[in-house]
T-cell receptor
Framework: EAGVAQSPRYKIIEKRQSVAFWCNPI?????LYWYQQILGQGPKLLIQFQNNGVVDDSQLPKDRFSAERLKGVDSTLKIQPAKLEDSAVYLC????????????????FGEGSRLTVL | QKEVEQDPGPLSVPEGAIVSLNCTYS??????FMWYRQYSRKGPELLMY????GNKEDGRFTAQVDKSSKYISLFIRDSQPSDSATYLC???????????FGQGTELSVKP
């Protein structure tokens, strides 16, 4: 089974520029998440989608970050304009709600997109 | 105060040692508790999953949750160099809901 795919793996931009990240979740997973992981910290949820709809975007800085999930499959996360403090790894994850037993709600993460803002 | 607190380490142990990793949380509404393992430059992967209080064992790994003290623990027996990674504790209110992660503890197991 293919895992969560993310691109690009690495991106270096200057502040005030824009950047976009792409995520393809595991086939059949209805829930998709974008997490931000700053160096030395745990991941922080930016946005959660259930199919096409947004479930939680309370921690998304909406003045500069946007995300969409067209057709309930792939998703893109955009930052415009970028700030120095946006330097982080952006992790995409997906899950299959309703999976029973010990793996209920398990999140499957991609390898992340590492952003450096200069 | 962060909702989930974790000692960032780093923690270095010799091969074969017993490792104890700990987290505390502040919100008594959390019901689900997880440990994720993250290798360098990789995404986190689920290691252990516990609902409410109690112990769960899986091979060399044991997870404990004490809701009365809001304390989460992960024990690794007979630690191996391949266990070297960052261990993240996480909590959520409901199944499939938003995960709140701790800062992660970086573990190094020396041969």
């Amino acid at each position: 089974e293919a895992g969560v795919a993310q691109s690009p793996r690495y991106k270096i931009i200057e502040k005030r520029q824009s950047v976009a990240f792409w995520c393809n979740p595991i086939s059949g997973h209805a829930t998709l998440y974008w997490y931000q992981q700053i160096l030395g910290q745990g991941p922080k949820l930016l946005i959660q989608f259930q199919n096409n709809g947004v479930v939680d975007d309370s921690q998304l800085p909406k003045d500069r970050f946007s995300a969409e999930r067209l057709k309930g499959v792939d998703s893109t996360l955009k930052i415009q304009p970028a700030k120095l403090e946006d330097s982080a790894v952006y992790l995409c994850a997906s899950s299959f709600p309703g999976l029973a037993g010990d793996r209920t709600g398990e999140l499957f993460f991609g390898e992340g997109s590492r952003l450096t803002v200069l | 105060q962060k909702e989930v607190e974790q000692d960032p380490g780093p923690l270095s142990v010799p091969e074969g040692a017993i490792v104890s990793l700990n987290c505390t949380y502040s919100n008594s509404a959390f019901q689900y508790f997880m440990w994720y393992r993250q290798y360098s430059r990789k995404g986190p992967e689920l290691l252990m999953y516990t609902y409410s209080s109690g112990n769960k064992e899986d091979g060399r790994f044991t997870a404990q949750v004490d809701k009365s003290s809001k304390y989460i623990s992960l024990f690794i027996r007979d630690s191996q160099p391949s266990d070297s990674a960052t261990y993240l504790c996480a909590s959520s209110y409901n199944q499939g809901g938003k995960l709140i992660f701790g800062q992660g503890t970086e573990l190094s197991v020396k041969p």
